[in-house]
């Protein structure tokens, strides 16, 4: 194809838009809206994952032993519970330890009447998971385990965690689902009122000799256009909207600061930017493909 | 013996043919409903002929002129068009076929959101022709029709037969080896036809071959060419220098 053909075909692409305006204005507000929500659910099972994994990387199982139980034991459980595959580190506090990271932080100066340590029967290990789905299944081994007297775990919050990004998910799915088969139809429609708009000029053009591909080409061009513009809008009002949200979370929510860790705006448009415009340019590619090889028989 | 026989006699037939640029063998056109528009028609044009088609409403002209250019297929017969069989041309070859014919309609059929330039440089555009050579062709053309100044004017500011010199501009801007013309001064008062249908001569007169469709009576008997009577779908004479056939 010649340069100037290319830019002619471009060129009659963006006048047909400009030519049947609403339908196209009909079209890109699908489209955004469309790949708005993909954008907003993408952030938002991102950050969760993202925080769901610090939690989960901060969560531990930890396990206190039998009175009077042996060192060697101790030792020995030790051990067992790091060969697992699921445990990602193990951390041995012993009893003194216990009680001297209790006194600071609870007791302060008070602490100098006790002369021997109280929490004699708390020496433990804290066990960090590496996946925390395993947890119950490492919950119940140590419960069984000879000399282990109480397991003490955080299984409600992960559940919840892992159950709450899934339903997300399940749902933005959903919605986009049926959002891009409405984007794709008003697509459709769009280009369909454009070719009917265009009849006489088609006929034209054909009695001239345009190839197929010369007739059909602007009007697969004007479907991309509108895909492209349809999703590089939101795309923006995203970007915006993501720092702001973020920046407010964090003012009015600053206890939560600790706990939520949200992901920098570069690391999810990244993805979301080139996800967002195939999606987008691919819609109004398929949406005005089918239409033009139904609707204009050249 | 027998074959290669038969293989010259083909050959021969071809090379006989070799001047002759459309070829109607036995002709028939039926739409789904009604009469069949054309029956039985056979007609041969040569290189460089100019042709007027004359005949009552409904007598099938058109349906030839849509035939010639591959817009209807016959339900019987053969059409040969410069070398293209039109019977069995592929769907994909069409439009490199029709490259080769100018067309003009009663209705002009222009662009009516381009203006005159743009309406002459979209047949070189459809082509791919360069924006260059565009730039350089259509003045030029315009120049040939008579409309150099008005290139920037939209059609509906032009006269009817400033609008048709236009649709004759974009038939002939890809120098056409045929220019078919349906009625091209149905519209158009007597002194607008007459310089319509010089143009037309002056165009046959520099080698493009020429077939037009016309009621004007006038003008077939002044200007003394080929004329084919139609009538209800079968040609009822055809004469060189010929004149408009008066019916009752
Ligand atoms: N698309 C069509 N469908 C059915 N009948 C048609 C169609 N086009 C033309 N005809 C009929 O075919 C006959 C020839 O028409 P046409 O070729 O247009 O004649 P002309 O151009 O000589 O006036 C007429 O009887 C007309 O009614
Ligand atoms: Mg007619």
Same mark, same amino acid.
């Given at each position: 194809m010649r340069i100037s053909t290319f830019f002619y075909t471009i060129k009659q692409g963006i006048i047909n838009i400009f030519r049947n305006k609403w339908f196209s204005l009909a079209s890109i507000a699908t489209i955004g809206a469309c790949l708005f929500l993909f954008g907003l659910f993408y952030a938002i099972v991102m950050n969760f994952q993202s925080i769901v994994k610090n939690a989960e990387e901060g969560m531990s199982v930890t396990v206190f032993f039998d009175n009077g139980i042996s060192q060697e034991r101790i030792q020995e459980i030790g051990a067992m519970i790091e060969k697992r595959t699921e445990v990602s580190k193990i951390v041995y506090k012993s009893a003194d330890e216990a009680w001297a990271e209790f006194k600071e932080e609870y007791l302060g100066e008070y602490s100098d009447g006790f002369t021997e340590n109280p929490l004699e029967n708390s020496a433990s290990y804290e066990i960090y998971l %590496?996946?925390? %789905?395993m947890q119950p299944a490492l919950v119940s081994y140590l419960e069984e385990t000879?000399?282990?007297r109480l397991v003490n775990r955080s299984e409600v919050m992960a559940s919840t965690l892992t159950g709450v990004n899934a339903l997300v998910a399940y749902i933005s799915v959903g919605i986009i689902a049926i959002l891009f088969a409405v984007s794709i139809f008003l697509i459709s429609n769009t280009v369909t009122i454009g070719i009917s708009v265009r009849k006489e000029e088609i006929n034209i053009m054909k009695y001239i000799g345009a190839t197929d591909f010369f007739v059909r080409a602007p009007f697969v061009i004007e479907g991309m256009m509108i895909g492209l513009v349809g999703a590089l809008i939101p795309i923006g009002i995203l970007y915006v909207l993501y720092e702001k949200v973020i920046e407010y979370i964090m003012l009015r929510f600053s206890i939560l600061t600790k706990l939520l860790s949200f992901l920098p705006v570069e690391v999810i448009f990244n993805t979301l930017l080139p996800a967002s415009v195939i999606m987008g340019v691919g819609m109004g590619f398929l949406g005005s493909v089918t239409t033009v090889r139904k609707h204009l028989k050249v | 013996m027998v074959r290669s026989d038969a293989k010259s006699r083909r050959r021969k037939k071809h090379i006989s043919g070799g001047d002759e640029i459309i070829t109607l063998n036995n002709v028939s056109k039926a739409y789904a409903t009604g009469a069949p528009a054309l029956n039985g028609v056979s007609l041969h044009i040569k290189k460089g002929e100019f042709v007027f088609i004359v005949g009552d409403? /409904?007598? /099938?002209k058109s349906t030839m002129i849509k035939l010639l250019l591959r817009e209807l297929v016959p339900t019987s017969g053969d059409i040969n068009v410069m070398g293209y069989d039109l019977t069995r041309i592929r769907h994909r070859k069409i439009p490199k076929f029709r490259r080769n014919l100018g067309i003009v309609f009663q209705d002009f059929r222009l662009l009516k959101d381009r203006n005159v330039y743009e309406n002459v440089a979209f047949a070189q555009r459809i082509i791919q022709v360069s924006n260059k050579e565009i730039k350089r062709n259509v003045p030029s053309i315009l120049a040939i029709v008579g409309l150099a100044g008005k290139y920037k004017a939209k059609p509906r500011q032009l006269s009817g037969g400033e609008q048709q010199r236009v649709a004759i501009a974009r038939a002939l801007i890809n120098q056409p080896s045929i220019l078919l013309a349906d009625e091209p001064t149905g519209n158009l008062d007597p002194k607008n036809s007459w310089e319509i249908m010089k143009l037309l001569e002056q165009i046959n007169e520099n080698g493009t071959t020429v077939l037009v469709v016309t009621h004007n009576r006038e003008i077939v008997n002044a200007m003394q060419k080929r004329v084919v009577t139609m009538k209800k779908g079968v040609i009822v004479s055809d004469e060189e220098k010929g004149g408009y056939i008066d019916e009752d």
């Open positions: %590496s996946d925390v %789905s000879e000399g282990i | 409403s /409904g007598s /099938g």
